[in-house]
C-alpha cells in the first residue's frame, strides 16, 4: 500500500484511457481504507463455449474497484463487494486488469453461492487461462498478476523496457513505469519485476 501512504493514488478510476477506454464514473472523495493497494479493473464475459471463446465482443460487464494487499478486490466503500445489476445465467468468465500487470481471465466459470459470485485466482497458475504463460507464482503456493506490462499491450518484452520504463526512469509518483507500486521509477521496478517476467504473455482472449 505506498501509493495509498504516500497520498499518491487518484480519487477517480484511471482506465478512462488506451487500451481500457472504460468511461465508468468511480470517484471517491478519500482513499476509505489504508490496505488498499490500487485501482483494479474487473470485466465479465459471457460465452456459450468455454474461457477460449470469451473474447473481447463477449464483454457484458466492466467495472472499477479497489485492490487490497491482501489480494481481494472491493468496490469504491474499500470493504464492499463490487455488484452488478444482472443475474448470470449461462458461462461468465472474470477478467482482471492492471494498470502496469498482465490482464488474467478465469480459466473456470464463476461459481455462484447466495447471489455471491465468486472466483480464487491465487491457488495454482491453472486458475487463470494459459497458466505461468502469463501468470506469476509470488511465492510459495501464491499466485498473482504479472508486473511489467507498462504499454499494456499483453506482453511483457523490451518495449516495456525502452519505452515505458526508460522514459519514466527517476519519476516520483503514479506512473505506470512503477510496476512494484512505491511511488518510484527506478531499477528494482526494471531489475527485479520486468525483466524477470519477460517474455511472458497475457492469455485473455482478444
Known amino acids: 500500500s505506498s501509493l495509498n501512504q504516500a497520498s499518491i493514488l487518484p480519487l477517480s478510476q484511471p482506465y478512462n484511457i488506451p487500451p481500457w477506454n472504460y468511461n465508468g464514473g468511480e470517484i471517491v472523495t478519500s ?118 506490462d507498462i504499454n499494456a499491450d499483453k506482453s511483457i518484452d523490451i518495449q516495456d523496457k525502452a519505452i515505458g520504463w526508460a522514459t519514466e526512469a527517476g519519476s516520483s509518483g503514479y506512473f505506470g513505469s512503477d510496476v512494484n507500486l512505491d511511488g518510484q521509477t527506478n531499477n528494482p521496478d526494471k531489475n527485479e519485476l520486468m525483466i524477470t517476467n519477460f517474455g511472458k504473455q497475457s492469455g485473455v482472449p482478444d
Open 31 to 148: 482513499i476509505p481504507n489504508p490496505d488498499i493497494v490500487d485501482w483494479i479493473l474487473v470485466e465479465i464475459r459471457k460465452t456459450d463455449g468455454d474461457a477460449t471463446t470469451a473474447s473481447s465482443e463477449k464483454k457484458v460487464y466492466l467495472k472499477a474497484g479497489f485492490l487490497l494487499k491482501n489480494g481481494q478486490i472491493t468496490d469504491i466503500t474499500g470493504s464492499g463487494y463490487l455488484t452488478f445489476t444482472s443475474t448470470f445465467i449461462g458461462n461468465h468468465y472474470i477478467l482482471i486488469w492492471h494498470r502496469n500487470h498482465l490482464g488474467i481471465i478465469s480459466s473456470q466459470p464463476i461459481s455462484f453461492l447466495g447471489n455471491i459470485y465468486s472466483y480464487d485466482f491465487t491457488a495454482d497458475s491453472g486458475q487463470v487461462l494459459n497458466g505461468a504463460t502469463g501468470y506469476s507464482e509470488l511465492q510459495k503456493g501464491l499466485w498473482g498478476m504479472a508486473a511489467g
